[in-house]
Nanobody, 121 residues
Framework: QVQLVESGGGLVQAGGSLRLSCAAS??????MGWFRQTLEKEREFVAA????????DYTDSVKGRFTISRDNAKNTVYLQMNSLKPEDTGVYYC????????????????WGQGTQVTVSS
């Protein structure tokens, strides 16, 4: 059972940056992804990264602004978020992911506590 701990969220003004971290314990040789949840929307996919880090994918709304990366030696996945917008506000979670058709889905039903990102206008 992989334990996931997200951190790095906070309050930032529009146009600012944050770097989120997801520390994983246990087996970590998975494709990993970030999701976010707001009060208005269900949890949605944000970004994914392959085990070796050579392949990444993003939801359209964050392309060119967010960068997912990983350090397998530290069992940590990162999400660098630049040019933040108020609509990026939400609780961000990481999880193992699997590709299903054109969608990325969480592979585990077990979630961490998430990290809150609030972007003020």
């Amino acid at each position: 059972q992989v334990q996931l701990v997200e951190s790095g969220g906070g309050l930032v003004q529009a146009g600012g940056s944050l770097r989120l971290s997801c520390a994983a314990s246990g087996r970590t040789d998975y494709v990993m992804g970030w999701f976010r949840q707001t009060l208005e929307k269900e949890r949605e996919f944000v970004a994914a990264i392959s085990w070796a880090g050579g392949t990444t994918d993003y939801t359209d709304s964050v392309k060119g602004r967010f960068t997912i990366s990983r350090d397998n030696a530290k069992n940590t996945v990162y999400l660098q978020m630049n040019s933040l917008k108020p609509e990026d506000t939400g609780v961000y979670y990481c999880n193992r992911v699997i590709r299903y058709g054109s969608r990325w889905l969480p592979q585990s039903g077990s979630w961490g506590q998430g990290t809150q990102v609030t972007v003020s206008s």
